[in-house]
């Protein structure tokens, strides 16, 4: 779809925040001077086209419950894929990407406690004859991230 | 703060997104058997303690042109890194920003910052920023490009404990 500049003032504005209030979209449609419908029915028509991800309260992750840990591995070539199917079967695999370094596999580990991370990346060595190499985070810092719509 | 079950409740419901209606938060509370104004406090207590980032439109990177992104990795100097690291957050263009542990010898670096640009030129250029800010605090670093995805499920509530 092509956006026009309400469609752009809505996203960059709806990156900021939305309010936690009985009537949000009139709130937000009151400080973009639009009407309220209007505002709905866009982001509806944003949300069908995949211009919006998603909508909504973002989580922490690890207050969702469970612990998350970024692994990578290096494997050779001519195994990569093999490797890939093998590591993508285990559930706890919650993305992975091919990447351009000797480390070439990075992937997102989801257990429930922090024991867990372990077993399961010994058992990803085991069935795989490769290392996993660990990079939980130590600390996180504040993102003021936005997309220029 | 730790979440009790009403909250978790209140995640399941909502971590796929907020309903497109005029009173979202009351449709939620109707569907949970609770009342708004539970809800809503509840809501801003989550966020005030830090379980609820924020509330608010994630864009789709790629529809708006953002197509290019790398990860880029950093050996900072250790006493440096929590202010620096603060710094490299605070880009518009870093998407997520970590300290993470050195795995010497094969892996000097300890800061991890995601970049995302309109191209790869771009990019590289948004990495110079970084290196600027970083200066002589920075001994080392690289940028990862992604050239395939090979599994990709989003992050889940977790099923178990209440």
């Not at chain 1, 009139?26 to 944003?46: D, G, S, Y």
């Not at chain 2, 209140?10 to 058997?33: E, R």
Request: aromatic share 8%.
């Amino acid at each position: 779809m092509t956006l026009d500049d309400t469609d752009r003032l809505i996203l960059n504005h709806l990156q900021e925040g939305f309010p936690i209030d009985p009537n949000p979209f009139q709130v937000v449609a009151k400080e973009l001077e639009i009407p309220e419908a209007e505002l709905i029915e866009r982001l509806e028509v944003m949300k069908a086209a995949r211009v919006i991800t998603r909508f909504g309260p973002f989580y922490d992750a690890a207050a969702m419950g469970g612990a998350f840990c970024l692994c990578a591995m290096a494997i050779p070539d001519g195994e990569f894929d093999a490797v890939a199917r093998q590591v993508n079967t285990h559930p706890e695999v919650a993305h992975n990407y091919e990447r351009t370094h000797r480390l070439n596999m990075w992937f997102v580990l989801a257990t429930e406690t922090r024991d867990e991370i372990e077993e399961v990346a010994e058992r990803i060595e085991a069935q795989t004859g490769h290392r996993v190499w660990l990079f939980p985070k130590l600390q996180e810092f504040f993102i003021r991230f936005r997309v220029a719509a | 703060m730790t979440p009790d079950t009403t909250d978790r409740a209140i995640i399941a419901a909502t971590q796929s997104g907020l309903p497109l209606v005029p009173h979202p938060y009351a449709a939620i509370a109707t569907d949970l058997g609770l009342s708004e104004d539970e809800l809503c406090t509840r809501l801003r207590a989550m966020q005030a303690g830090g379980i609820i980032r924020r509330i608010a439109v994630a864009p789709n990177h790629y529809a708006l042109g953002m197509t290019a992104n790398g990860m880029s990795v950093w050996d900072v100097d250790g006493a440096q890194v929590a202010t620096l690291g603060q710094r490299v957050g605070n880009l518009e263009f870093v998407s997520h920003c970590y300290e993470r542990p050195r795995a010497l010898p094969d892996w000097p670096y300890n800061l991890f910052a995601m970049i995302h640009g309109s191209s790869r030129d771009e990019v590289e250029a948004l990495r110079q920023t970084i290196a600027d800010i970083l200066g002589s605090a920075c001994q080392g670093h690289d940028i990862l490009y992604s050239t395939r995805i090979l599994k990709k499920t989003g992050l889940r509530l977790r099923s178990k404990k209440g």
